[in-house]
């Protein structure tokens, strides 16, 4: 089986882990994921240039329904996104859903993201604060980004073949081996063949 790399460091040896993601380069990473690129564009906003290296992802996106703009026409594409805005994207994506109870102190039933947050959550895609509040509306860094899709697409990183050939990897200077997410950037920037034993991905090569 393969995995194609599904995001991309800045170019120059980084891949700005602790940054906040943009609305545009979440509408290009979910563009990368998807498997049939071949859609009908019926959604156009005035503030994505038709040159722009996001306007294909998110005209893409927007005519199949996975992201939405904020009114007015206006998709705001340097915006950061937020934590609610990144899960409701990622529900759509993976179009599933769940019915279940809301653990969280912050978020309320008649909030536009309630199912789509508690939804991820009982899946175990994304997981809120130890004091019991979900900060819907708190920005969500790169790292976090890469770790919540690897776990929803079940994807893991063959940790002692990455350790292994490290050398062949691409690797980031701000992504060392000692950062919490180095094996959750490795699955997302590598595209590697694999096979599955026992529930973990056992890779075979890179490429």
Do not use: C
């Amino acid at each position: 089986k393969e995995h194609n790399g599904y995001m991309g460091g800045y170019g120059n040896g980084l891949f700005g882990p602790n940054d906040n993601m943009t609305r545009a380069q979440a509408a290009q990473m979910f563009y990368n994921l998807l498997l049939n690129k071949n859609v009908d564009i019926t959604v156009d906003f005035t503030d994505v240039p038709a040159d722009a290296w996001y306007g294909n992802a998110v005209r893409t996106l927007a005519s199949l329904g996975v992201i939405k703009g904020i009114g007015d026409g206006q998709f705001a594409p340097n915006r950061t996104i937020t934590r609610a805005e990144f899960t409701v994207i990622a529900m759509r994506f993976a179009n599933v859903s769940a019915d279940v109870t809301n653990p969280f102190t912050d978020i309320a039933t008649n909030d536009w993201y309630y199912t789509a947050v508690t939804s991820a959550v009982s899946y175990g895609w994304i997981t809120g604060y130890s004091d019991g509040s979900f900060r819907p509306q708190a920005t969500i860094t790169r790292a976090e980004v890469v770790t919540i899709v690897n776990r929803m697409l079940d994807r893991s990183a063959d940790e002692a073949y990455v350790d292994r050939h490290a050398d062949e990897l691409e690797q980031f200077t701000d992504v060392p081996d000692t950062h919490w997410a180095y094996y959750e950037v490795a699955e997302a920037t590598n595209a590697h063949d694999y096979d599955r034993t026992s529930g973990s991905e056992d890779w075979t090569q890179l490429w």
